[in-house]
């Protein structure tokens, strides 16, 4: 064969990485050149159809074919059906942008995932990278916040605070330096938008960082990383090397002349350190221990300056917002909930994956028309939405909008978009127990609600699971949370009740409900 080389793109996302996509590239690589077929073989990020991954997708005159789950034994197979003309397969999934997984979502913060090579800053700026910050810098510093408050850009961490307020906070506020700190320390369960990010499309948390940072007025950023997420570190580091070398960051960001460099801090592997306080105390060479406020750290934050701090998401989104307009971005979502949200589904569901919506959508429809139900075939029995301190969310609740301030009146959390899915199998007392246990092996110490309650919350499930007088013991974790839930420092303790209660309310019987009791002895 010969001709033109032919573009082959095959993930270098850690979790296409864990499913062998090195092995699939080396694969196409030495068979492409036995066989005289020239190839540009291009590491992407992730689409986030992890059940399909690695997923190999070729250039093609009717846009990029996918294949997938390709394994290296696959690929001799592939090229003998013709793969680099895009030939069919059993593993053909079609043209990839129509696929109906990705074809129904809405891919704002997401549209360059897995279709640009992360590190091209060509990539980049041929699918609308930088447009965001070159807007801003014809702005003031005033104009950018503005900007980012009309737009309904609320905190992904989880908290929803409006990006907008904490980022005037910190522009009036006066100091001789101020920070802009990215809090990437992902650790909930069923989470990795966060990972995929800063893996597959690292400019973009790059641009939004600087733009965070010409707007208050910081010079220096920093990323705290999960230690964990080696593949993502080593990404960022390269991406800011090749950001400064090109202009970017750095004294004279983008001609401007004015000045933000970007440090990676990799975090310490405290789930503690997640919350923001902890997470600067971190940085700071410090134990990751939570900090009363006030003072809130947009006003006294790291090493006592003023500090903007937002998770991946919040400050990837920002780009799009001011490349396109603060209205383009509140027209997504619903009441005070607006834009996107990259929602993370896994536990044990059939098609695990990244799902970006407007909010307003609800968990039956990710669950069922995205996730395809169960892998295991069994009915669904609880949902958990956002993270090990997450509520556990009944059938009854599967039709709320997905929504801050609708999950909220209903004693539950949208937090960081994590989705974890439960057969009819779950036990859900043991799974409170584990969420009381989570919290004293995670707790930081500091406060007695969090390091005792949690501790004693493990002791008294123990005992209404035993029977051992179950209506006086349930009465007494149901005190016990709220206590946490009103007396703890910080949302380690403050969140642990809501796993907790969501349980003993929903599903009773799982705690011995209709048992007889067993006195204790």
Not at 233 to 246: G, H, M, N, S, V
Not at 405 to 414: D, I, L, P, T
Not at 461 to 485: F, S, V
Request: glycine fraction near 12%; hydrophobic fraction near 40%; proline fraction near 6%.
């Amino acid at each position: 064969m010969s001709g033109d080389p032919v573009r082959i793109y095959v993930p270098c996302d850690a979790a296409a990485l864990a499913a062998g996509a090195d092995e699939v590239a080396a694969a196409l690589r030495d068979q492409c050149a036995a066989r005289g077929q020239p190839i540009t073989l291009v590491r992407n990020g992730s689409r986030g159809l992890f059940w399909l991954e690695p997923l190999v997708e070729v250039e093609t005159p009717a846009g990029r074919i996918a294949y997938g789950p390709v394994a290296a034994e696959d690929v001799a197979s592939l090229l003998d059906a013709g793969l680099p003309g895009g030939g069919a397969h059993p593993l053909c999934q079609g043209v990839t942008d129509e696929i109906p997984y990705l074809a129904r979502q809405e891919r704002l913060t997401f549209a360059r995932m897995g279709v640009t090579d992360p590190l091209s800053l060509a990539d980049y700026e041929t699918h609308g990278g930088w447009a965001g910050l070159r807007n801003a810098m014809a702005m003031t510093g005033a104009r950018i916040v503005e900007v980012v408050t009309e737009s309904g850009l609320r905190g992904r961490g989880g908290a929803a605070f409006p990006a907008g307020i904490k980022w005037r906070t910190v522009l009036q506020t006066a100091a001789d330096r101020k920070y802009v700190v990215c809090n990437a320390d992902e650790g909930d369960s069923g989470t990795f938008s966060d990972r995929m990010t800063m893996e597959g499309d690292p400019y973009m948390l790059i641009e939004g960082m600087a733009i965070a940072g010409i707007a208050v007025g910081a010079t220096l950023g920093y990323i705290y990383v999960r230690s964990e997420y080696p593949h993502a570190i080593a990404t960022l580091d390269e991406a800011i090397r090749r950001a400064e070398a090109a202009g970017w960051l750095g004294d004279d960001v983008a001609g401007s002349g004015k000045s933000f460099r970007l440090e990676v801090r990799k975090a310490a592997g405290a789930y503690v350190c997640g919350e923001e306080t902890a997470m600067l105390e971190s940085i700071e060479g410090k134990r990751g221990i939570v900090r009363a406020k006030p003072p809130l750290p947009a006003i006294e934050g790291l090493f006592g300056r003023p500090t903007v701090i937002n998770n991946v998401i919040s400050l990837a989104s920002v780009p799009i917002i001011l490349a396109r307009g603060a209205a383009f971005y509140r027209d997504f979502g619903m009441g005070r909930s607006r834009g996107t949200l990259p929602f993370q589904l896994a536990g044990n569901i059939r098609h695990g994956g990244l799902v970006e919506k407007a909010f307003g959508l609800t968990l039956r429809e990710l669950v069922f028309d995205f996730g395809g139900g169960t892998r295991s075939g069994r009915p669904v029995k609880a949902i958990q939405v956002g993270g090990p301190l997450g509520a556990y969310v009944p059938e009854s609740k599967w039709d709320v909008p997905l929504d801050y301030e609708a999950y909220a009146a209903m004693g539950a959390v949208v937090g960081h978009g994590g989705i974890v899915v439960h057969d009819d199998t779950a036990d859900l007392a043991a799974l409170a127990r584990y969420a009381m246990e989570f919290c004293a092996l995670e707790s930081c110490g500091k406060c007695t609600p969090c390091r005792i309650g949690s501790t004693r919350g493990v002791e008294v499930i123990d005992r209404i699971t035993a029977g051992k007088d179950r209506p006086q013991q349930i009465q007494l974790l149901r005190d016990l949370c709220d206590t946490m839930l009103h007396g703890s420092l910080c949302a380690m303790g403050g969140m642990t009740p809501y796993p907790v209660l969501s349980a003993l309310d929903h599903y009773p019987e799982d705690f011995g409900a209709g048992s007889p009791d067993r006195k204790a002895a």
